[in-house]
């Protein structure tokens, strides 16, 4: 028998991350040099690895190894952990006495002139490359990492499974004016095809349910969005469900407070520290642009607290009955004219509304004409669509959801009003032909969400790489 000559390597020790460091470490730590203090015979440096305080490490060295430093260069250090002095704080309870130090990779020496943290909103998108490196921003996108997780954790405990959808569809959702018209390539020798980016998953969760049951996913959403508001983007983050054997609309706000309870209080077990750390830097910071009209201090663990409160009592609001709200706190129209009792409440209007409530509500019975086809109209009056969104202060509109439309030949009739072309929706009705599993689903705006959880102003501070009418860098 041939003999092989097998070598085996020892299981290797990954270099530890910052925030992995025990008090008897000794070799190697990397990462980006923050700061630099030096003093008469050695400096202090902060070195860091990630977002949060676990992921900086003070270190003491001799002045020979800070020439040349610069900040924010990449640099690998050897030596070894030593307790604090007494009486000394800092990032942990021991800090790193380096005995070498090489850059690895030099930071040009005019850093702290990119994207200074007192720079305004149009800075911190146009450099968000910088200013992804701010301790605070850095943050909040490890928060938004843990809201995604949260969502995914609520959505499994509701028995749910992900699907993931295509961001290229033939047919239109929410309305042909916010697609974007794309030309994908065409089978060999075939001419290319038209396309949309998808506006909402919708459809493709209502194929998968007979097959998979109750099922989510959480992907991005494409509008052509004309106006640059402080709420609409123009690619967002879309986490969608769709649920069977709904038979009312009370089965289906049940499963809508379900949903809202439950991921907040995920994200409150999976991101208390990060909120503690994000919402102490906040307050310490008072040079921020007057646009964002925070409030301080800021408690985002406490008001998160109150937020999940909040979702165990909603205020159930039918349309007619928000529209005599409005007459009541005078919000009328542009023109200064009363809204009418079939009028579609614009956002503004909504928003200010919403203020004055100062709860969550679920704005119920639309008129049909104002929503989309699928709609299932509410069966003691037709007129009203069994639609549901979820509104919050602050923000407005979070949730746009409801019971679907199950007899086929009501569905042809809406589509019909709406313009919309039956062989375009095949797929679509074939699910009311083949055992239709009385469906109602909801999309959630997950910008808009965090927006909300954090007490954000804009959108855009809630996006990694926001984009709107006329952002599509970095
Ligand atoms: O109300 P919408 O249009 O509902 C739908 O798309 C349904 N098909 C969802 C479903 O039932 N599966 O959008 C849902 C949510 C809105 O409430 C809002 O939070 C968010 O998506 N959204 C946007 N967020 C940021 N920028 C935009 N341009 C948005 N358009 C909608």
């Given amino acids: 028998m041939q003999s092989t000559d097998l070598t085996t390597s020892s299981t290797p020790t990954p270099r530890p991350s910052i925030d992995q460091l025990k008090a008897d470490y000794a070799g190697e730590i990397v990462g980006w040099l923050e700061k630099i203090t030096p003093f008469k015979s050695h400096a202090f440096l902060v070195i860091r690895d990630g977002a949060g305080l676990k992921h900086r490490i003070q270190v003491v060295c001799s ?3 800070i020439e040349d430093l610069t900040v924010e260069s990449y640099v690998s250090l050897t030596g070894k952990c030593a307790k604090l002095p007494p009486k000394a704080t800092s990032f942990h309870p021991f800090e790193f006495h380096a ?7 030099k930071a040009l020496p005019d850093y702290h002139t990119k994207c200074p943290h007192t720079a305004g909103p149009e800075l911190k998108i146009a450099e968000r490359h910088f200013h992804l490196r701010d301790p605070e921003f850095a943050l909040l996108t490890k928060i938004r990492a843990q ?11 509701m028995g749910m499974t992900e699907i993931t959808p295509p961001s290229f569809v033939g047919v239109e959702c929410e309305g042909g004016s916010t697609l974007f018209h794309l030309k994908h390539p065409g089978d060999s020798g075939q001419p290319e095809m038209d396309v949309y980016l998808t506006q909402s998953s919708q459809f493709y969760l209502e194929y998968a349910l007979p097959g998979v049951g109750d099922c989510y996913c959480i992907a991005g959403s494409y509008r052509a969005e004309k106006s640059r508001t402080r709420r609409h983007l123009t690619e967002f983050t879309h986490a969608e469900y769709e649920c069977h054997g709904i038979m009312s609309l009370e089965d289906h706000t049940t499963k809508l407070q379900t949903m809202l309870t439950g991921v907040l209080t995920h994200l409150l077990r999976r991101a208390g520290d990060l909120l503690a750390a994000y919402s102490k830097i906040r307050t310490e910071r008072d040079d921020r642009d007057p646009d964002e009209k925070r409030t301080k201090p800021i408690d985002l663990v406490q008001r998160l607290k109150t937020l999940i409160e909040m979702t165990k009592s909603i205020l159930h609001l039918k349309h007619q009955d928000a529209i005599e709200l409005l007459k009541k706190y005078q919000i009328f129209k542009d023109d200064g004219s009363e809204y009418g009792p079939r009028d579609d409440i614009p956002e503004a209007a909504e928003r200010k509304l919403i203020d004055k409530l100062g709860v969550i509500v ?5 008129p049909m004409e104002t929503k989309s086809f699928y709609m299932k109209a509410d069966p003691s009056d037709p007129s009203r669509a069994w639609g549901v969104d979820v509104e919050v202060p602050g923000v407005g509109e979070v949730v746009g959801s409801g019971v679907r439309e199950s007899d086929y030949l009501t569905l042809i009739k809406q589509m019909k009003l709406q313009g919309l072309k039956e062989e375009d929706y095949r797929e679509y009705l074939d699910q009311r032909k083949y055992g239709f599993g009385m469906t109602s689903g909801m999309g959630l705006g997950v910008d808009r969400f965090l927006c ?6 804009s959108i855009r501070q809630a996006v990694t790489f926001p984009r709107y009418p006329g952002c599509v860098r970095p």
């Fill in 147 to 157: 809201l995604l997780a949260s969502f995914r954790d609520t959505f499994e405990d």
């Fill in 99 to 105: 005995t070498s130090l090489t850059i690895l990779g």
């Fill in 362 to 366: 679920f704005l119920t019975h639309f």
């Fill in 63 to 65: 002045l020979a190894l």
């Fill in 452 to 457: 909300w959880i954090l007490d954000l102003f």
